[in-house]
């Protein structure tokens, strides 16, 4: 069954420390991977993607990604966390035929001061 | 200049109710959908019209019913209102219209709009 899944519901990390969300996923057929965030109150930002290249895909904010095939993974990454990127992140993959997105269940990431 | 918008953002009714939710987008975007996100965070596809062809209707109660009168309008009606409806509702667009070949310059990307939370006494 076609699925994505983010295995951590909370994540918690020091102000200027990395910070990694985690995201994997089970498709036939090449992916299309997309991150997201959400602010309290607020509807969902567009972060990233990754539709083909580059395995490391650099988007808002100073947020990275890494497509991992053999993994079937897509982290989220920041070198150094700021308090602001607290918020709610999702993980969402476009499987081939569709026609809408698929979210991961969303992991709270707190920054710590 | 706000991208996608919804109206009303916050609406408590009583049960038993009928209710609107209204969505329009500025981005000249093919596609539209509503997404639910319930109490847990969760969300879930609902519908998706294209070009004001309904493309997807997912297991949702027939006592919601999308209406897309252009392209730019995507409306939710909700009858009979039932405690379980509260959830905060998304729409949002995408410039994939249907049938093009995946891969392409525009491939899948959703803007969102800033939600209706929709609370059922």
């Known amino acids: 069954a076609q699925s994505v899944a983010q295995p951590e519901d909370q994540v918690n990390v020091a102000e200027g420390n990395p910070l990694t969300v985690k995201c994997t996923y089970s498709v036939s057929g090449n992916p299309y991977l997309f991150w997201y965030v959400q602010y309290p109150n607020r509807g969902l930002q567009f972060l990233l993607k990754?539709?083909?290249?580059?395995?490391l895909v650099k988007g808002s904010y100073g947020f990275e990604a890494e497509f991992n095939k053999s993994q079937t993974s897509f982290h989220l990454k920041k070198p150094s966390a700021l308090v602001s990127d607290s918020a709610l992140y999702f993980c969402?993959?476009?499987?081939?035929?569709?026609?809408?997105?698929?979210f991961g269940t969303g992991t709270r990431l707190t920054v710590i001061p | 200049d706000t991208a996608v918008s919804q109206t009303p953002k916050y609406l408590v009714t009583q049960m038993g109710n009928d209710k609107s939710i209204k969505c329009e987008q500025n981005l000249g975007h093919d596609t539209m959908y509503w997404y639910k996100q319930d109490s847990k965070k969760f969300l879930k596809i609902m519908f998706s019209y294209n070009n004001k062809e309904l493309i997807i209707n997912e297991t949702v109660p027939n006592r919601f019913s999308p209406k897309s009168p252009d392209k730019a309008h995507l409306n939710l009606h909700i009858n009979s209102l039932e405690l379980g409806d509260s959830a905060v509702y998304f729409c949002?667009?995408?410039?994939?219209?249907?049938?093009?070949?995946?891969?392409?310059?525009?491939?899948?990307?959703?803007?969102f709009g800033e939600g209706s939370r929709l609370t059922v006494l």
């Open positions: 949002a667009s995408s410039p994939n219209p249907r049938g093009r070949v995946l891969g392409g310059p525009n491939t899948g990307e959703l803007f």
């Open positions: 990754y539709i083909t290249g580059d395995n």
């Open positions: 969402a993959v476009k499987f081939s035929g569709a026609n809408n997105l698929f």
